[in-house]
């Protein structure tokens, strides 16, 4: 299996990125993420998933905070598993483990995981962390961290980190770095503070870019650069 040209990518995909016209689980998107996925096999790729699709604790007054959490964890699971199907339809091979125990998924063994990088497969963890109160970007991580990722990919439907709300300032502008510091300092939304500073503690680069560009995985895997590099 030959490494990429950031060695080791650890993709963080927000729930929402699997909702589409169809609803929560929407067919069409995950046959898009799947297609983008899928058609690099020069990478080793692992992936975080979120919840958000189908219901996040953060978001919701519906429960209290901490069922609310264990529901969202349980979410991302689901999805893990719908994702599995679709990459192995696609021919790949796929290890998802779980910071959640369930009979359908593995627990999260990261030496299992590094040698299923190493062997080509894709590694998707799911669970979050198996804590509430935490989100799945600093699951993204620790995962990353674990696993010795060169590189953490957020995936976003933005093209990067802008210095205002480019929705609602048509003034913001995109910037092409950040330094961790400056990230932090400046509060930006794109990713969950405690994430970033994991990420800081353990010099591991974050690149933040639009997802929803066809073939930019693909590109950073290449060791272009396709949006913001927080580093």
């Given at each position: ?60 007054d519906a429960y209290p905070r901490i069922e609310a959490d264990s529901l969202g964890m349980l979410a ?116 969950d503070l405690p994430a970033v500073e994991i990420c800081r503690q353990h010099r591991l680069p974050i ?25």
């Open positions: 299996m030959r490494r990429s040209a950031h060695g080791r990518i650890l993709l963080k995909l927000s729930g929402e990125a699997f909702k589409g016209p169809e609803g929560a689980l929407s067919d069409s998107a995950f046959d898009r993420i799947t297609q983008e996925v899928a058609s690099d096999d020069n990478a080793q790729l692992a992936i975080v998933v979120g919840g958000g699709n189908i219901l996040r604790g953060a978001r919701t991302t699971v689901l999805n893990a598993l719908a994702f599995r199907l679709k990459l192995e339809a696609a021919g790949r091979s796929v290890l998802v483990q779980s910071a959640i125990h369930t009979e359908l998924t593995e627990d999260i063994d990261i030496r299992a995981a590094k040698d299923a990088l190493e062997a080509g497969s894709i590694v998707i963890f799911a669970g979050g962390t198996g804590s509430p109160l935490v989100s799945t970007d600093t699951a993204a991580a620790i995962r990353a961290v674990s696993i010795g990722a060169d590189l953490i990919a957020k995936a976003s439907t933005v093209n990067g980190v802008y210095n205002g709300d480019p929705a609602a300032d048509p003034s913001a502008k995109r910037l092409t770095e950040v330094s961790f510091d400056d990230f932090l300092a400046n509060r930006y939304g794109v990713m690149e933040v870019f639009d997802f929803t560009q066809s073939g930019a995985l693909a590109r950073l895997a290449s060791g272009e650069r396709v949006g913001t590099r927080i580093s």
